[in-house]
């Protein structure tokens, strides 16, 4: 029996209604992620048996590229192989894909209903298809991702009609091969997770120091030397003396494994982005051809990690002659629109005292050394717009001055993309404060060893792409975002995946699905049941019962605080204690508010009631506070913060203190002056009065990356202290009306800064506190 689209439709708006034959999950028992724009889930189901046909509207390869996906998906768990053809309209017992060119939304577009009769998945296109299937996929018992025939399952499909399509063009995952090398059976299984999720970038970042992975044929040394080190650092890099495991290391990719992948990603919808770094991260090469350096070397591919000074000479020909070479070996494997092309993290070290570079600076009329790379990225993007490709570039590449058709990917914080989109140009931002998946994202004492930073699972879905700076018109220059794994201490697939997942999976949510309809107790809830499904594709994800959620991470109150909590979990409870012991599965049950009138520490966990499993422990100190008193004597000044900026590079902010600044003067907007906003490494101390008006209870949250230190009175506050991560330290204190000396620290190792000071006002208001809310004082 053949039916119209209108007549499904019918069908099915009657079964949301009447409840045709089996009960169907309800919507908050599917687990789609990402979360469809929108959903409706009715009563009914389609049964998928051997019967089952999949029928076309048209034929083409990529619409036959889906059915075969779409058929080998099916067959190995339910044994059933299902005949595909061709035919107008939609069956009775089929999955129909229907082209409908006319069909309006963003790229990756669909349209999904399913009825007790069948499935109609309709999109413009065969991406959209494809991305119907996926949903599709989801809406099957997990066992569908068996590799073998799966006895005894309902392979039943709930009614529900999705109409969805993703919010931005750009939805990535990256992963570095340079530090450690995968094989190309684990490189696919990372495309197959990322079509699952509804990912459409994969970017491959195939150079480094340490290693180069892609087989050059007019440059063999690429693969007989720089693809091996002779032995890798054990522990941290941020620990010395060194230790090395005096094991040799290496690995590559032949140009016929990487077209492999290449081909694998494209019938998954897949754009493969290749990263040959320069001028930068070129150490490996350096060891190969030494007279690509300005040294001239000798040199070694790299066996610790780290930032190194020896990059691509800039002021010789023959370094471009090099790697315009490799570009066009890499243009003829990689089809991508975007090449990235790195630089970043480039010292200017070399070409400083190099007599060549220094002679290109004079003849090309530039400045500094910083234009010098400006030069160097400009004359490659030329290159390669004369092969119709575009460069990515990290956001180093604002620095000296932007290449004119540059998309800028913004990892050290969000500054650089929103300068380069007010600037006209694109960009993916990938902040290392939410997209570093190579942060840890539990206790380090109970993770296996990482770069540093902590990035929860909440963290990574809290972001959104669009920073709230950009106006509707420069917002339309962010495409998306991106995850980044970078791999010095990844050594094995699963430790990959262990950092990967399920952060990555929140990934997925924030670029595919609209921000109004994002919810985390949501998201949880179905990813409890999307486990099941990683489970099956063998996925060494993370897992954790989550913890409670607070109303505070740390409370200061003067007579009383009241601590509220949650949990986003179905049938699991909250068990809590005030005394400071450790909370059981038998502690006080949560049921409301609860009031601290002492110092002390609330301690929750969460505990799922079917199986007693319990979470970590959520700690919230809370502290009865005095009052502090204004400074004496102080004579009120102009507006804003004075400052002292120290070059160079610290590990604790006290360091500063044993050094004379650099420069010093007066702040009256931002705390980080936009010409040392990219200098790498440096320190600041400022200092200032500030003005209390109201008196009560002021909560300070000190954020950086790297270390801060907060003074009031002389007296220290808050200590955020050493080289980290992103990381938030609060303190409170009772203040009365008059003013307060502060003086804060601040140091930047390198690799992107992080600076705020924000303020909880006795009023119940936050904000984030500026040059303009403190004076200067004597």
Known sequence: MKRTLFAMAIAMSL???TGCGKSSPGKDQLSIIPLPKEMKVGSGHFELTANTKITISQENEEVKSVTNYLSELISPSTGFSPDVGKSATAESNAIHLALKPKMKGNKGVYLMEVTNDGVLIEAPDAIGLFYGVQSLRQLLPAEIEAQSVQAGIDWTIPAVVINDEPQFEYRGLHLDVGRHFFPVSFIKKYIDLLALHKMNKFHWHLTEDQGWRLEIEQYPKLQKIASRRKETLIGHGGETPFEYDGQPYGGYYTQEEAREVVEYAQKRFITVIPEIELPGHAQAALAAYPELGCTGGPYEVATRWGVFPDIYCAGQEKTFEFLENVMLEVLDIFPSKYIHIGGDEAPKDRWEECPKCQARIREEGLKDEHELQSYFITRMEKFLNEHDRQIIGWDEI?????????????????????EAAKMGHDVIMTPNSHMYF???QNDPKEEPLAIGGFLPLEKVYSYHPVPEELGDEKAKHVLGAQGNLWTEYMKTPDHVEYMAYPRAVALSEVVW???EKKNYEDFLSRLERHYERLDMLDVNYFYALPKPSSNTDKAGFLESAEITLSTPLPNSEIRY????SEPTKDSELYAGPITVTETGTVKAITVKKSSGETS????????KVGYTSPAEGVKAGEQGLSYSYYEGFFRSVKEMNEESPNKEGVLKEDMIPGDVANA????????GLFKVEKEGLYQFYLSSDDGSMLFLNNEKFIDNDGLHSNKMVSEATALKKGYYKMKLYFTEGGGGYNLELKARFPDGTERKLTPADFVIGE
């Open 577 to 580: 204690t005030t005394d400071g």
């Open 15 to 17: 079964s949301l209604f």
């Open 398 to 418: 604002l620095e000296g001055g932007l290449a004119p058709g540059a998309t800028v990917m913004s990892w050290r914080g969000e500054a650089g993309g929103i």
């Open 513 to 515: 699905t609209p921000i």
């Open 616 to 623: 970590s422990v959520l700690e919230i100190p809370v502290e």
């Open 680 to 687: 790498g490494s440096f320190g600041f101390i400022f200092t």
């Open 438 to 440: 190579d942060h840890y």
